[in-house]
């Protein structure tokens, strides 16, 4: 068994990135945790003093380890029950504060990220949110700095087009989510018309384990319609506001029965709902993870 690494080591230092990376490639905490720990047994190998880049080094690591199973995952989500949603992560509001990653790491954006192919979402990654030179990113790929050059223009103009445009600010968000919950705990109909956009899309997964929609539900009346029974169909549930994602967000406790909810706000609106009800997913809403684009001082 591998010992645990010394607080000196460069491992140590650059875990919370290095988990970051992985779970942003991969929209699992547990999968990332996964790759975390095959890179700290292949780092534990390594004759240290002849690595002159340690980060470097290790992001080559994390990368590599979270294709060969992001190439897996993906073949096992398309028989996937329902909509497959990325797994939630509970964290501290001052994650919102780098509002970069914040945005990197949001439901929204990960579900964007999903449509792109594994070496495209490791290349938008690496460079956009992590913002590493081509020359590192092609020896964490396996590809030439002029092909990287080309994925990430694809893979950005791509993004681009599909996320959400959220420039809120976040006091302003929580204050929007707080009458969403007020008006779900109370069944409150019109409240929720006055929360959702006309144009607003309800996704849930409940990998055919939780009872949960199986298709995206659209617009303001029919999500409102559906939400405003919750109380009818769940009287005495707790709705607790938790922050997921690094934006705010719900923890639904009803008779036993956990769902994770992350929302998108947009001109003071929510336009987007995901509603997470797969408790293989829901492992890690309990206790705060970390998150970091850069080393731990």
Known sequence: MTSPAPAGDPFVAHRNLLFTLAYEMLGSAADAEDVVQETWLRWAEVDHARVQEPRAYLVRIVTRQALNRLRTL???????VGEWLPEPLLTAPDVAEDVELAESVSMAMLTVLETLGPTERAVFVLREVFDLPYDEIAAAV?????????????????????RPRVDVDRDEQQAVVDRFLAAVQGGDLQGLLDALAPDVVLLADGG?????????LA??????RLLANFALYAPGASIAPVWLNGAPGARIDAHGELTAVSLVVEDGRITRI??????????SIDAEVALSRAAQQ
């Open 74 to 80: 993906s073949r096992r989500r398309e028989d996937y």
């Open 142 to 162: 396996g590809k030439t700095s002029a092909a990287v050059r080309q994925i990430a223009t694809r893979a950005r103009n791509h993004v681009t087009a599909r």
């Open 208 to 216: 055919g384990v939780a009872n949960a929609i199986r298709r995206p």
């Open 219 to 224: 617009g303001a009346e029919p999500v409102a």
């Open 274 to 283: 995901l509603a997470m009800r797969n408790p293989a997913k829901l492992t």
